[in-house]
């Protein structure tokens, strides 16, 4: 059984960084394709960063490319996204997820995804 647990969000002015810290336990870390989806009010989970260590690749939506940077250390089992020039509409609570091996979903989507934390808010006022 994998354990994720977020931390790090808050309430931040438009223009300011936060990094998000996701600590993993439980099964083999560094084969785990890692994401961070965001769910604002009102609208459905989505997707907005993965890292495949294996293959090292990452992923972005449109919305945050140049702006979110996501990262891994697998000594400590914890993915991180950091959030630079951050937006009113970024606004949401974030969730980092486990991709395992067997699961042949796309990183992009939430089926991609076998485990789930329970989410950080992070809130950015204009």
């Known amino acids: 059984q994998v354990q994720l647990v977020e931390s790090g969000g808050g309430l931040v002015q438009a223009g300011d960084s936060l990094r998000l810290s996701c600590a993993a336990s439980?099964?083999?870390?560094?084969?785990?394709?890692m994401g961070w989806f965001r769910q604002a009010p009102g609208k459905e989970r989505e997707f907005v960063a993965a890292?495949?260590?294996?293959?090292?690749?990452?992923y972005y939506a449109e919305s945050v490319k140049g702006r979110f940077t996501i990262s891994r250390d697998n000594a400590k089992n914890t993915v991180y996204l950091q959030m630079n020039y951050l937006k009113p509409e970024d606004t949401a609570v974030y969730y980092c997820?486990?991709?395992?091996?067997?699961?042949?979903?796309?990183?992009?989507?939430?089926?991609?995804?076998?485990?789930w934390g329970q989410g950080t808010q992070v809130t950015v006022s204009s």
């Open positions: 997820a486990a991709h395992l091996p067997r699961n042949t979903g796309s990183y992009y989507s939430t089926g991609g995804y076998d485990y």
């Open positions: 439980g099964g083999t870390f560094n084969t785990y394709t």
């Open positions: 890292v495949n260590w294996v293959i090292g690749r990452t």
